[in-house]
């Protein structure tokens, strides 16, 4: 079973560049600020 982290921890990890989005056949890379963004944007509108 995988573990469970909140949504914090994965906040300041991306924040520290601990996380990557890979690219996919295309030349958009999304920066840690983006990352983040689209995180708090799924959190807020619950």
Not at 2 to 12: A, D, K
């Given at each position: 079973?995988?573990?469970t982290q909140s949504?914090?921890?994965?906040?300041?990890d991306i924040e520290?560049?601990?996380?990557?989005?890979?690219?996919?056949?295309?030349?958009?890379?999304?920066?840690?600020?983006?990352?983040?963004?689209?995180?708090?944007?799924?959190?807020?509108?619950?």
């Amino acid at each position: 079973m995988g573990t469970t982290q909140s949504i914090q921890f994965l906040l300041n990890d991306i924040e520290k560049n601990q996380y990557f989005l890979p690219e996919f056949q295309r030349g958009f890379r999304w920066t840690p600020e983006q990352v983040k963004n689209i995180f708090q944007s799924k959190t807020t509108s619950i």
